[in-house]
């Protein structure tokens, strides 16, 4: 073949080669197959990623893209003239098409410049050839139809090279050599970075300017990420993990914890499964038992300091003291704690809750900001005061109501639960990272189980509003645990979590198995919210009913559900507010130094 140096054995060319090749200026025969070649010879200003990747995927296309380093100096006086031509042309045009044409040519070949200038980026000509092939003429003209769409679709210009289809059939064969025709009909100076972006594996990838690498995306490159970077669609920090058990939904926020840890964010963890205390005390932090542990306890008594200092909800408790908020809260502790309590009951309840409050001095309008954790009552004071009152009471069914009441309050302080709610707060924490363990709840009942979460959730809120400039994350692992469609208010104080959050520098985590407990009819409305307003959502392996629901609620993509479907650990879809991003998540040493080991998923 001209031009043609390989050396290569009669013999075997004889075997390889078709039986019959002939060119023509209609196109190439190919033993029973028909082809023809083009070029491009027009690109736009700029392409789209994946564009080489459009254009070799047509039917019965055979592509080769080639880029040919060029002297700087040369290519550079070219494109000045070239700049400084349409540019006169552009003052001298009198049609406004054409004016428009030649300035916007002006304008690319500028940015070219400027891309060489200030990113130091490589110039060269860049190939395309392309060869169409059908096994009939009318099956070739259907392909080449295609390609011309395409390729004219992407807004370049495609043409024919009718008297050197030998050239073109040369350049595209596998010798690695373009012949001297076909650079200089199909080469055009172009940047390094729009041939390489040709590819659809050289995507952009994800890179925030700030943050640290959290995975690395699917062709392998670093996906650098900043929780807190706000954008058109990232308003919020709130993480959502999803996945079936053991496909990394732990490890992959105990590695976005470590990193947040290290950037100074501070942190509560809620653990349910005791599997987030190696990482809390190798990172020096405060482990603390919420199930009956010393230094765990919350008296549901205290009143909480109001902390709502936004325009929005001052409006909303405008002239409601602490202890008013605080019966609202109480309200539903009790109905979460207390399984066969009547409204009846919680009225006399309510009462009783006020005169305790009353003799212990606090009243509606008193600052309870100033009282330490000793000034409160707590339920045995409760239970001292239904008593007491029982013994002033005349009206029989009111008598029979009270009976009701010292029977529950009392199993509160006698029974196993005692060591949970009858007593004065013991959590005090100035910890960058704590761990509120709640492994040991398991022992306690559903309902035990829920009034104390609902604790811990209003306690957490408590430190996030604190300091409206500190950043802090809060994580529910398992957070289907706090769901109860019966009361529903833990969930509704999650939600609100999530949508006030923001407004404190905070950033809410949840993480849960399954979002079918989320979606329950009773608690829709606060579930599906949890799950959608956060701007970052992870998903790992998941099937069956699970994953249809994933892909109902998040409205993806086939090839999403097909990612999370494989079921391959550490790799998954990762939303960051309106993208979606397929994900491996790699542990550098130093971090799975901290992250595994422990106790977790399995
Ligand atoms: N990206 C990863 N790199 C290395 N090991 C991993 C990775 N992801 C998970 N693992 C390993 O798999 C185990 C299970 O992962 P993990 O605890 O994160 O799962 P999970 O989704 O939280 O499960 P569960 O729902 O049961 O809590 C971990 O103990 C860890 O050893
Ligand atoms: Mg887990």
Not at 69 to 92: D, H
Not at 102 to 117: F, H, M, P, T, Y
Not at 171 to 189: F, H, M, N, Q
Not at 342 to 349: D, F, N, P, V
Request: aromatic letters at 8%; one cysteine or more.
């Amino acid at each position: 073949m001209k031009g043609c140096k390989t050396a290569i054995n009669d013999n075997l060319l004889n075997i390889i080669s078709p039986m019959i090749l002939k060119f023509s200026t209609k196109g190439i025969q190919i033993g029973d197959n028909l082809a023809r070649c083009y070029i491009i010879n027009k690109y736009p200003s700029s392409l789209e990623y994946g564009w080489l990747g459009k254009i070799s995927n047509v039917q019965g296309v055979v592509m080769i893209n080639e880029f040919i380093p060029q002297s700087e100096g040369v290519l550079i006086s070219a494109l000045s003239e070239n700049i400084k031509s349409n540019r006169q042309k552009a003052v001298s045009e009198t049609d406004d098409y054409r004016k428009m044409q030649a300035e916007k040519r002006a304008l690319d070949g500028q940015n070219i410049l400027k891309q060489i200038e200030e990113k130091g980026e490589s110039i060269g000509l860049m190939v395309n050839i392309m060869l169409v092939l059908g096994n009939s003429e009318e099956a070739l003209r259907k392909n080449c139809e295609r390609l011309t769409n395409t390729v004219i679709g992407l807004g370049c210009n495609v043409r024919q090279i009718p008297f050197f289809q030998e050239d073109g059939f040369i350049s595209i064969s596998p010798y690695g050599y373009t012949t001297d025709i076909v650079k200089e009909l199909a080469g055009r100076v172009s940047l390094l970075s729009t041939y390489i972006g040709g590819y659809f594996n050289s995507s952009e990838g994800f890179s925030d300017d700030e943050g640290y690498y959290f995975a690395k995306d699917i062709n392998g490159k670093l996906m650098i990420m900043d929780l807190w970077k706000r954008n058109g669609d990232r308003t919020n920090s709130n993480i959502v993990a999803v996945g079936a058990p053991g496909k990394g939904k732990s490890t992959a926020i105990k590695k976005i914890i470590l990193n947040e840890y290290m950037l100074g964010t501070k942190i509560l963890i809620v653990d349910p499964e005791r599997e987030y205390d190696k990482i809390v005390k190798d990172l020096d932090g405060d482990w603390i038992n919420l199930g009956g542990g010393e230094k765990g306890n919350i008296n549901p008594l205290e009143i909480k300091p109001i902390s709502l200092d936004d325009s929005e909800e001052e409006k909303e408790f405008d002239g409601v003291g602490a202890l008013a908020l605080h019966l609202q809260n109480l309200e539903v502790f009790f109905s979460l704690c207390l399984s066969s309590i009547t409204e009846r009951q919680k009225t006399i309840l309510n009462e009783n809750l006020i005169k305790l409050y009353n003799e212990f001095g606090i009243y509606w309008d008193t600052n309870t900001s100033n009282l330490t954790s000793k000034d409160f009552p707590i339920i045995s004071d409760l239970y001292n005061t239904l008593v007491k009152n029982k013994e002033l009471e005349e009206d029989k069914q009111t008598i029979l109501d009270y009976n009701d009441l010292i029977l529950y309050i009392g199993n509160l302080i006698n029974g196993q639960d005692q060591f949970l709610f009858n007593k004065q707060t013991s959590l005090f924490t100035e910890s960058k990272i704590v761990c509120l363990d709640t492994y040991d709840l398991n022992n306690s009942s559903e309902r035990i189980k829920k009034a104390q979460y609902f604790n811990i959730i209003s306690w957490c809120w408590q430190q996030m509003t604190k300091d409206r400039n500190e950043k802090i994350m809060l994580i529910c692992d398992e957070a289907y645990l706090l769901i109860d469609p019966e009361i529903p208010q833990t969930l509704i104080g999650l939600r609100n979590i999530a949508k006030r959050c923001r407004k404190y520098e905070g950033s809410l985590v949840v993480i849960s198995q399954s979002i079918i407990d989320f979606l329950d009819p009773r608690i829709k409305m606060y579930g599906q919210a949890l799950l959608t307003l956060p701007c970052y959502k992870i998903f790992l392996g998941s099937d069956g009913k699970d994953l249809q629901e994933i892909v109902d609620v998040f409205e993806l993509k086939q090839i999403h559900k097909d990612i999370i479907q494989a079921g391959v650990r550490g790799r998954g879809l990762l939303i960051i507010g309106s993208k979606h991003y397929i994900f491996n998540m790699e542990l550098a040493d130093y971090e799975a130094k901290y992250i595994l080991g422990g106790k977790g998923g399995r």
